[in-house]
């Protein structure tokens, strides 16, 4: 690993930490390099800005301020490279559009020469993405989960037969290639799974949701977890 990036993995780790913070012996064992390069760059994330606090003693170690602002964003070009794979690689995923514009957003901050660096590796990845459902429905369903109100969905099932159904949103999953809508069915009174590109027209109604939980569901699929951003 490049000093760069490990400067940017430290941060992170620091970060994650939280109000613990983690010694030098462990972001030694982690990064599989001495501590005292470790404090080397420890030293060299201070002076770039970043808000670290020291605690000496037994159970001491390193942290970031809780609250305090970071230095601006800093990726290296494969990591910038990554998160527009990942973004085009899956334009039907939930909230896709605001990845999207994310993504924008970071490589519109870095420095020029990462940015180069990046445009020119991203030449080197293609993707080969599948059509996704209409904007207008993928809108309805989002805006449906995050406000947690009941959306009208048209549904083609698989057998051909077509309904009009009142769902209370409960989850967005992605198993075997396809995404589904998780939720609560009341035409059917149980908790139920719709394939999202089966899905011919959405609206989001006034009524809130009951309050049913992802607990609800029951066992995820294989393989399958929250994309809830946290490494372990």
């Given amino acids: 690993m490049k000093r760069a990036e490990r400067l940017h993995a430290l941060s992170e780790m620091l970060r994650r930490s939280g109000s613990r913070g983690t010694s030098a012996e462990r ?42 602002s970071l230095p601006p964003v800093s990726l290296s070009p494969a990591q910038a490279v990554a998160l527009l794979a990942a973004v085009a690689a899956s334009p039907d995923a939930p909230y896709a559009d605001l990845a999207a514009a994310g993504v924008r957003k970071i490589l519109d901050v870095l420095d020029p020469r990462t940015r180069a660096r990046a445009d020119e590796l991203a030449h080197r990845v293609w993707v080969d993405a599948s059509p996704t459902p209409s904007r207008a429905i993928r809108s309805a369903l989002e805006e449906g989960m995050a406000e947690q109100r009941v959306v009208r969905i048209r549904y083609t099932a698989g057998d051909g037969s077509t309904t009009t159904r009142d769902v209370e949103p409960v989850l967005f999953a992605s198993t075997n290639g396809q995404w589904y809508l998780v939720g609560w069915c009341r035409l059917r009174d149980a908790m139920r799974w719709f394939t999202v590109s089966r899905v011919e027209r959405a609206g989001v109604t006034a009524t809130a949701c009951s309050g049913h939980t992802v607990d609800e569901v029951g066992e995820p699929p294989a393989n399958a977890r929250p994309v809830h951003g946290r490494s372990g």
């Fill in 27 to 68: 972001l030694a064992r982690e990064f599989e390099v001495s501590v005292r390069t470790i404090k080397r760059d420890l030293t060299a994330l201070e002076r770039s800005g970043a808000p670290l606090w020291s605690r000496p003693g037994p159970g001491g170690g390193y942290g970031l301020a809780a609250g305090a």
